[in-house]
């Protein structure tokens, strides 16, 4: 069992930077790959990148590629999306999901995730 708790969403301005969290429970959570997805209103959940259970490989959606990096420190459990260059349509309440196996951080489906965080919302002002 492994639960995902997001942190670090607010308000920001436009051009300006966010770093979100997702803390795990869970000795095992080097074994997983995390994924990071967003719902703004009205829309669909999108994928927004993911990273693989050793942080060896990531990847990016092409709404957010040079402007998004994530990361993970496993010795904390933890795995961080930096979000930089913000825009207004980056408005969505952010997920983070965990995804058993030696998986590159590249499934975009989020059915195909075990475990799911609550959400934290993400507001860019023009």
């Known amino acids: 069992q492994v639960q995902l708790v997001e942190s670090g969403g607010g308000l920001v301005q436009a051009g300006g930077s966010l770093r979100l969290s997702c803390a795990a429970s869970?000795?095992?959570?080097?074994?997983?790959?995390v994924g990071w997805f967003r719902q703004a209103p009205g829309k669909e959940r999108e994928f927004v990148g993911g990273?693989?259970?050793?942080?060896?490989?990531?990847y990016s959606a092409d709404s957010v590629k040079g402007r998004f990096t994530i990361s993970r420190d496993n010795a904390k459990n933890t795995v961080y999306l930096q979000m930089n260059s913000l825009k207004p349509e980056d408005t969505a309440v952010y997920y983070c999901a965990a995804e058993y196996g030696p998986n590159d951080g590249r499934t975009s489906s989020w059915s195909k995730y075990d475990y799911w965080g609550q959400g934290t919302q993400v507001t860019v002002s023009s």
């Open positions: 990273i693989s259970w050793s942080g060896g490989s990531t």
């Open positions: 869970g000795r095992t959570f080097s074994s997983y790959a």
